[in-house]
């Protein structure tokens, strides 16, 4: 699941409504592509530098995953963190294929140079974005952030987070939140479609936090996933963000969007066709999955920090 999933469907209904939203919304998409190409010939030349990646002084550890053709163009994600004005100590990119681990791609092999890790580990999805590097062990101390192989990060990204994290040390953060609605009869989480966007940056248990744009776990928060180990294979296989949102709902562990307004990054170019989230919304998984996997105690969290909205 990711926001553009999300944002395509909004694109649809504009479409589908007047045309003058529908007008908008191209031209927004418009904007969000030649943005995204520019920002793509800077980060080519940033390459070149071959400047480092890492910080040795920093306890920012930054983990994500790919698969597939977008293997080939995970390193303009990877190289937009490393031009950023807060470097991770680590910056880890989990596989799953050992043949593509021995002949990875000539972009990938130079960030390795400049500090970046490759490690393997077995196929759990987009799960490996963080269960590998959490069962390897993260220092207590460190922040861990996990990011998605298709998107372009801002220069700041690292740093801000870093900065909204220390204002709410114990919440599950990232730069986009939806809003968990409930049933009419108060006793079943409301269909996804229906839940709304977050405009505020307080942490608190119904909110829902989207990885796309880059989330931050809290230390009580990792140490959870890693006691659960891979049970998500059982009733959400397809989407980390339910699990995640889930275990953090059963610990009553609040989600906070770190800005009042929500972040929409540019998309590599090329790197959509592959991705789960189609599957996810277009074929309605998301609520299937969600229903399998949100217990009682979950739903009981969440409608209690509803009801004090209210």
Not at 206 to 229: K, M, Q
Not at 261 to 284: C, K, M, W
Request: proline content about 5%; overall charge positive; some cysteine.
């Amino acid at each position: 699941m990711t926001l553009r999933s999300i944002v395509a469907r909004q694109i649809d209904h504009a479409h589908r409504t007047t045309p003058l939203n529908f007008l908008l919304v191209q031209t927004w998409n418009a904007i969000h592509k030649a943005t995204g190409r520019l920002v793509i010939s800077r980060l080519k030349w940033h390459a070149q530098t071959e400047q480092p990646i890492t910080d040795a002084k920093s306890k920012i550890y930054v983990s994500l995953t790919s698969f597939g053709q977008r293997i080939t163009k995970v390193h303009l994600a990877i190289e937009s963190i490393a031009r950023g004005t807060t470097l991770p100590g680590r910056i880890v990119l989990w596989l799953d294929d050992e043949n593509t681990l021995v002949n990875l791609p000539k972009p990938l092999v130079a960030l390795k140079n400049r500090g970046l890790e490759i490690r393997l580990c077995e196929n759990l999805k987009s799960f490996k974005k963080f269960y590998p590097a959490l069962r390897d062990g993260v220092p207590e101390d460190w922040m861990f952030v996990t990011i998605d192989d298709d998107v372009i990060y801002p220069r700041w990204l690292l740093t801000r987070l870093s900065n909204f994290v220390k204002t709410t040390p114990k919440s599950l953060v990232s730069t986009v939140c939806i809003a968990y609605t409930m049933t009419q009869d108060q006793k079943h989480l409301a269909p996804m479609k229906s839940w709304r966007w977050v405009t505020e940056n307080r942490s608190n248990c119904s909110h829902f936090a989207i990885g796309v744009g880059g989330v931050v776990y809290p230390p009580t928060l990792r140490n959870e996933l890693i006691v659960r180990e891979t049970a998500f294979l059982q009733c959400t296989p397809n989407a980390d963000d339910i699990w995640i949102n889930f275990v953090a709902a059963e610990l009553g562990i609040g989600v906070a969007q770190m800005s009042k307004r929500r972040y929409v990054f540019p998309s590599i170019p090329g790197t959509q066709s592959e991705a789960l989230s189609h599957t996810n919304v277009d074929q309605g998984q998301n609520d299937i999955q969600i229903t399998a996997t949100f217990t009682e105690l979950a739903i009981s969290n969440i409608r209690s920090a509803i009801e004090q909205d209210i």
